[in-house]
Nanobody, 124 residues
Framework: QVQLVESGGGSVQAGGSLRLSCAASKRTASVYSWAWFRQAPGKEREGVAV???????SYAESVKGRFTISQDNAKNTLYLQMNNLKFEDTAVYYC??????????????????WGQGTQVTVSS
């Protein structure tokens, strides 16, 4: 089992930046795919960014050029750098991971391990 704990959420004005962190409970060598998802009030959870094999990444169109997913294997930690935040980025952000394969998919069906979420609120 891999436990994931997110941190770094908070309130920020539009145009500002936040960096989310996701700490894993065990060595990340056993995890092949990582992702960030988010869920806004009244909406379904959606994929934001994915980190797969050999550092390949994929982003939702709505965050391309503003968000960056990265990983520090030595710290067993995944990050999401969010710049130029917009009001519509307001949501609970979830970290997800999977040990079954190298997915580069933004669908939650591909991820088995999930964090508890961290709130990001952007004021306009």
């Amino acid at each position: 089992q891999v436990q994931l704990v997110e941190s770094g959420g908070g309130s920020v004005q539009a145009g500002g930046s936040l960096r989310l962190s996701c700490a894993a409970s065990k060595r990340t060598a056993s995890v092949y795919s990582w992702a960030w998802f988010r869920q806004a009030p009244g909406k379904e959870r959606e994929g934001v960014a994915v980190l797969g094999y050999n550092g390949r990444t994929s982003y939702a169109e709505s965050v391309k050029g503003r968000f960056t997913i990265s990983q520090d294997n030595a710290k067993n930690t995944l990050y999401l750098q969010m710049n130029n935040l917009k009001f519509e980025d307001t949501a609970v952000y979830y970290c997800a991971a999977d040990s079954r394969g190298y997915w580069l998919r933004l669908s939650e069906d591909y991820y088995y391990y999930w964090g508890q979420g961290t709130q990001v609120t952007v004021s306009s």
